[in-house]
């Protein structure tokens, strides 16, 4: 397989507590990548130091074989990264058509705008609400609408936070068939998440973090097989 986005020994802290301590991480292209852990695991933080929203304190980012560590997020999303933080981010007073079309304008010509618009309304499920504001949508929509701002980009990595916060069971599954169909066609996905039900919906491949440190890993029925797994999501471990 092809290594499309390595960490090596990628470390972080702040001030005397180390967040992030070596973790050695390898994303596969066309594969759908989980990194799950409970609270103060420093997923979230992981995930910044990859995006560039997070300056490393050691280690190294690579990306398409490019060291990317003292890259700035934007200059990341230029080679081929797209990011979907937990929070939406869309445009709320601009029509649901609009914010697909403030994403796409710099990444398809003016000729096949539309055409692309349509064509993300539909995978997003919202071809009806086009015209609507976006605030106006439910938490679950607007958490769509962002995906497909990120897919406008047309990424090589689609890296997401939390892509279920906030969702219903029902809004959770239809992400997950989402991110399948996104795989399928050959999109590779690195999702931080903490849903389990979702996980097991979606992982091909799964990273465990405790404490800072890569604490296992493997295919979902590895990771869910693993006693130690199962006890640090008990909460018999200290949460921080």
Same mark, same amino acid.
């Given at each position: 397989?092809?290594?499309?986005?390595?960490?090596?020994?990628?470390?972080?802290?702040?001030?005397?507590?180390?967040?992030?301590?070596?973790?050695?991480?390898?994303?596969?292209?066309?594969?759908?990548?989980?990194?799950?852990?409970?609270?103060?695991?420093?997923?979230?933080?992981?995930?910044?130091?990859?995006?560039?929203?997070?300056?490393?304190?050691?280690?190294?980012?690579?990306?398409?074989?490019?060291?990317?560590?003292?890259?700035? @997020?934007? *200059?990341?999303?230029?080679? !081929?990264?797209?990011? /979907?933080?937990?929070?939406?981010?869309?445009?709320?007073? %601009?029509? =649901?058509?609009?914010?697909?079309?403030?994403?796409?304008?710099?990444?398809?010509?003016?000729s096949q705008l539309?055409?692309?618009?349509?064509?993300?309304?539909?995978?997003?499920?919202?071809?009806?609400?086009?015209?609507?504001?976006?605030?106006?949508?439910?938490h679950g929509q607007?958490?769509?609408?962002?995906?497909?701002?990120?897919?406008?980009?047309?990424?090589?990595?689609?890296?997401?936070?939390?892509?279920?916060?906030?969702?219903? @069971?029902? *809004?959770?599954?239809?992400? !997950?068939?989402?991110? /399948?169909?996104?795989?399928?066609?050959?999109?590779?996905? %690195?999702? =931080?998440?903490?849903?389990?039900?979702?996980?097991?919906?979606?992982?091909?491949?799964?990273?465990?973090?405790?404490?800072?440190?890569?604490?296992?890993?493997?295919?979902?029925g590895d990771v869910?097989?693993?006693?130690?797994?199962?006890?640090?999501?008990?909460?018999?471990?200290?949460?921080?």
């Open positions: 397989m092809t290594v499309l986005l390595e960490t090596r020994r990628l470390s972080k802290r702040f001030g005397g507590h180390a967040a992030v301590s070596n973790v050695d991480l390898t994303v596969n292209a066309g594969e759908i990548h989980c990194l799950i852990g409970p609270n103060g695991a420093g997923k979230s933080t992981l995930f910044k130091l990859i995006v560039g929203l997070h300056g490393v304190t050691a280690g190294q980012v690579t990306f398409q074989g490019v060291d990317v560590t003292r890259h700035r @997020p934007f *200059e990341r999303v230029k080679l !081929g990264m797209s990011i /979907k933080m937990q929070a939406p981010g869309v445009f709320k007073e %601009l029509p =649901v058509r609009q914010n697909l079309r403030i994403a796409l304008q710099h990444h398809v010509q003016p539309t055409a692309e618009e349509d064509r993300l309304l539909e995978l997003l499920g919202l071809t009806t609400d086009a015209g609507r504001p976006a605030g106006v949508l439910a607007q958490q769509w609408l962002e995906i497909g701002m990120a897919l406008a980009l047309k990424p090589t990595l689609l890296l997401m936070d939390e892509p279920t916060a906030g969702l219903s @069971p029902e *809004e959770t599954y239809i992400t !997950g068939e989402l991110m /399948k169909k996104l795989n399928s066609e050959g999109m590779t996905v %690195l999702v =931080v998440e903490h849903d389990m039900a979702f996980i097991r919906q979606i992982a091909q491949r799964v990273t465990v973090l405790h404490f800072g440190e890569v604490f296992a890993g493997g295919t979902i869910i097989a693993d006693p130690r797994v199962a006890e640090i999501y008990l909460g018999k471990t200290r949460d921080y």
